[in-house]
């Protein structure tokens, strides 16, 4: 049989992919409608305080971070975490390993740009200069503040065009349209002036959001580095036309030579092929990793953006909750010890998550919990075809599923867990949004779903694996390897 369908174990995931670039979206309007809708989203109140001296600022920066030989990195997110302020912005994969980050790197002196969303009261501290960005030949202008937390220089970002999104949803809800095309070059020219201001080493970019921030700052050049989260996301608008061409070199305010030389690949204006390009042309290919073992080879062999490049490094899934250091010594080659006394809470963590779930309250039962994206690369709509079945061959699972619709496939598995929900009350819990949720919902878990397509990185395995739940679904990508 395994002849007949010509199955082979595949280790990485790997599956050399060629052809035309995707269809992305119809052509742009015309230019006085796309001006007016840029007024639109930068029109808005002011911060009302002083500005600060930005020497004032190197100065306190430099008091508060000790050694003038420590490095300075420069990141830029959308979704983060300011502890002292208590504002957290969705922190899903990416926002996770910033908030690591911001955490555990104490011996760098870090700068973090991010953007003010909607509905979230963030306190005035030392409002900085202004910062004045160029969209359709227009000035508009950003309102900046920096806020010092230990050896962290938040640099934050109030304009009504990242005002429009929210802390459950940071990012636009398309990323090839024209209102996500102003928002991301807003964004990108914003990275580049923080990148002025301070001294940095090192600029950090994940994934495609602020990919084109160095090209705003040609010919200077800065070392940089792209960590992938998700490669299968490039930031993509049509430039089929030599009248697309010119309104994404407006939208972004750059020269025609430089999108055709760093940005454009094939038909597209490709936000993450310009990260590609910049290591390719300024540091010979080097600087770039995905962020799971198999991850950075498979992506390599996967994107033809890539193949420019020398290689594509790898990292280890890390568990978020394990942050002491690291001895190799202290891992376990053989004798494995369970942990009895956590097995022996199993039962009541499990009654916790199906009291918070509104399911029936059962301490044997086996809990079945899905977190992440509703999207065909998730996988969801697979488990809303197969646990009709799996519900009513056996009384004892119980189903959980929590997280936002990304795609159509997460809007059509929507439709079928609520209808799962009013056939078996009491043993399906379906939530078709982001939410924060309770330790008990990893600890109570006999099951962890995880049947991706596609997965870079497998952070949600890492969290119930920890919590000593099993994963079920595909080995592909991040998946396939438990830490510990």
Known sequence: MKFFYKVKFNETGMIEKSGLLPYVRPKLPDREALRTSVMNLFSGPKLNAATPNQDGLSGALAAETGSPNRRTVLIATMEYEIEDWDVKIKIGGLGVMASLMGKNLGHQNLIWVVPCVGGVHYP????????????????????????SLRNITFVLL???????????EPYPPRMDDLDSAIYYSAWNSCIAQAIERFPIDLYHINDY???????????RTIPVCLSLHNAEFQGLWPIRTSEEFDEICGVYNLDEDVVQDYVQFGQAFNLLHAGASYLRKHQKGFGAVGVSKKY????????????????????????????GEWNKTLLPTEGVVIDTALEAQRGELRIAAQRWAGLNVDPKAQLFVFVGRWSQQKGIDLIADVFFSILEEDPTVQLLCVGPIIDLYGKFAAVKLEKMMEQYPGR???KPEFTALPPCIFSGAEFSLIPSRDEPFGLVAVEFGRKGALGVGSRVGGLGNMPG
């Open 158 to 168: 109030d304009a009504p065009v990242f005002r429009k999104q929210s802390k459950t």
């Open 428 to 430: 399906v819990y379906s």
């Open 296 to 323: 950075g080879k498979r992506s390599f062999a996967r994107y033809p953006i890539f193949w420019g490049l020398s290689s594509i490094g790898s990292l280890p899934n890390p568990d978020p909750t394990d942050t």
């Open 124 to 147: 005035i501290d030392r409002v900085a200069q202004p910062m004045d960005i160029i969209v359709f030949g227009k000035s508009y202008r950003i309102e900046v503040q920096y806020h």
């Open 209 to 219: 959001h602020g990919a084109i921030a160095p090209l705003h700052l040609l010919p």
